[in-house]
């Protein structure tokens, strides 16, 4: 375990070094600003930390949670800045703009309308949810969702006990944006504070453009961290909204209604039970 740690710390910090914004120091002139040389290009040449093979049969236990990732929570806020990319360096980039580029650009493709991946949704048709043209006195306008639009995201994922390591883990499956609704976007008359999917990801798909994508390190400028990593270690903060249960993988709000804090302590409740998971394993 302590090898795999060094193993993993030296990787990133590998990473760290050559994703900084290249060349600046030794530029001459502008154009020169973020073009790596030859040996740079060669280190960068890594990819996400793969994922180890579980064998079906090495699952002792399992169960399959959805969390909301509130943005507006201050150890969030990496996943939602910058915001304005007009006075900012390409390199820096929200969670949802990384997302929708790799879409757009082709590098994601496993985009789906749910968390059960039933029905695959094309780049067209995540536009549609993203975007809305309205005809207003004869001019057109159009409203787009921004990742100032985006006030958190759903996460689904499995807390597993592996008997072959003897421990829980966890294992993010899918990730989804929760937007406003783009069809009330700039209607006065309209005050919708809801926030909804708009898009799932299946999430080892995306993991290639997540390591890609660095994410500003408020402690060390030259080392910032992949939204790969951030995501995998769990390092955000997020309440259980949801459990795979025998009612259909009701909510919590489905049968708690009307009262956020007793909501809050079935998802802490939830979240204690699967934490004492692993002590149970190993009373007999």
């Known amino acids: 375990?302590?090898?795999?740690?060094?193993?993993?710390?030296?990787?990133?910090?590998?990473t760290g070094l050559v994703s900084a914004q290249a060349?600046?120091?030794?530029?001459?002139?502008?154009?020169?600003?973020?073009?790596?040389?030859?040996?740079?290009?060669?280190?960068?040449?890594?990819?996400?930390?793969?994922?180890?093979?579980?064998?079906?049969?090495?699952?002792?236990?399992?169960?399959?949670?959805?969390e909301f990732i509130d943005l507006n929570q201050k150890i969030n806020l990496p996943y939602y800045f910058p915001i304005d990319t007009t006075n900012i360096s390409t390199d820096r980039r929200s969670l949802f703009d990384t997302l929708i580029k790799g879409i757009q650009q082709g590098k994601i493709k496993e985009a789906y309308s749910d968390s059960f991946f039933t029905s695959r949704m094309t780049p067209e048709e995540i536009n549609s949810r993203l975007v809305?043209?309205?005809?207003?006195?004869?001019?057109?306008?159009?409203?787009?969702?921004?990742?100032?639009?985006?006030?958190?995201?759903?996460?689904?994922?499995?807390?597993?006990?592996?008997?072959?390591?003897?421990?829980?883990?966890?294992?993010?499956?899918?990730?989804?944006?929760?937007?406003?609704?783009v069809q009330t976007l700039g209607v006065q008359e309209i005050e919708d504070?809801?926030?909804?999917?708009?898009?799932?990801?299946?999430?080892?798909?995306?993991?290639?453009?997540?390591?890609?994508?660095?994410?500003?390190n408020p402690q060390n400028a030259s080392h910032p961290i992949s939204f790969d990593h951030l995501l995998n270690a769990r390092r955000f903060s997020s309440v259980i909204v949801r459990e795979e249960n025998i009612y259909g993988n009701r909510g919590i709000e489905d049968y708690v209604r009307g009262n956020s804090l007793f909501q809050l302590l079935e998802a802490n409740k939830i979240k204690e039970d699967i934490r004492n998971k692993e002590m149970d394993m190993w009373n007999y």
């Open 1 to 14: 375990m302590t090898k795999n740690c060094i193993i993993l710390f030296f990787a990133f910090l590998t």
């Open 23 to 66: 060349n600046l120091l030794n530029a001459k002139s502008v154009d020169q600003i973020g073009v790596k040389s030859e040996q740079q290009l060669a280190a960068d040449n890594d990819g996400p930390l793969p994922y180890g093979y579980v064998d079906d049969r090495d699952v002792m236990w399992s169960k399959v949670v959805w």
């Open 132 to 181: 809305n043209v309205r005809d207003e006195n004869g001019y057109s306008d159009t409203y787009r969702i921004q990742s100032e639009d985006v006030g958190g995201y759903m996460i689904k994922g499995m807390w597993y006990f592996d008997k072959r390591q003897g421990e829980l883990k966890y294992r993010m499956l899918a990730i989804a944006p929760m937007g406003k609704d």
């Open 193 to 216: 504070e809801e926030l909804y999917e708009l898009f799932w990801i299946f999430f080892p798909s995306a993991r290639g453009v997540l390591h890609d994508a660095k994410v500003f």
